[in-house]
C-alpha cells in the first residue's frame, strides 16, 4: 500500500519558518520525482517545488529564495523548508510523487496559516 504522509504544518506569523516533511512508503522513492503543490482558499492546486529522481530542482516564482525542497532517499522522505511565510502562502500543501512510466500519488495535504 503506497503512502505519502505530510507534516510540520502549523500556524506562523509572517516572517516565520516552517519545515514541511512527506515521508513515502509502497514505491521505489528513489525513481520518483517528488513535488510540492498547495492550494489556497478558493484557489486551484499549484505547483510549489519539484525535485526530480536526479535531483534536479524547480521552484514557483512566487516562492523562489524563501522556500527549498531537498529529499532524503535514504529516509523516504521529502522536505520543505519555508522561510519568510507571508499570509499569501496559507494553503493545504500537498506532496505528490510522479513518475513518467509509473502512477502517481498524492498525500493527504497539511494546513499551513500565515497569519498574525
Known amino acids: 500500500q503506497v503512502q505519502l504522509v505530510e507534516s510540520g504544518g502549523g500556524l506562523v506569523q509572517p516572517g516565520g519558518s516552517l519545515r514541511l516533511s512527506c515521508a513515502a512508503s509502497?514505491?521505489?522513492?528513489?525513481?520518483?520525482?517528488m513535488g510540492w503543490f498547495r492550494q489556497g482558499p478558493g484557489k486551484q492546486r499549484e505547483l510549489v517545488a519539484v525535485?526530480?529522481?536526479?535531483?534536479?530542482?524547480n521552484y514557483a516564482d512566487s516562492v523562489k529564495g524563501r522556500f527549498t525542497i531537498s529529499r532524503d532517499n535514504a529516509k523516504n522522505t521529502v522536505y520543505l523548508q519555508m522561510n519568510s511565510l507571508k499570509p499569501e502562502d496559507t494553503a493545504v500543501y500537498y506532496c505528490?510523487?510522479?513518475?513518467?512510466?509509473?502512477?502517481?500519488?498524492w498525500g493527504q495535504g497539511t494546513q499551513v496559516t500565515v497569519s498574525s
Open positions: 505528490n510523487a510522479g513518475n513518467t512510466y509509473l502512477q502517481g500519488y
Open positions: 509502497g514505491i521505489m522513492f528513489r525513481i520518483y520525482d
Open positions: 525535485i526530480t529522481s536526479g535531483g534536479s530542482i
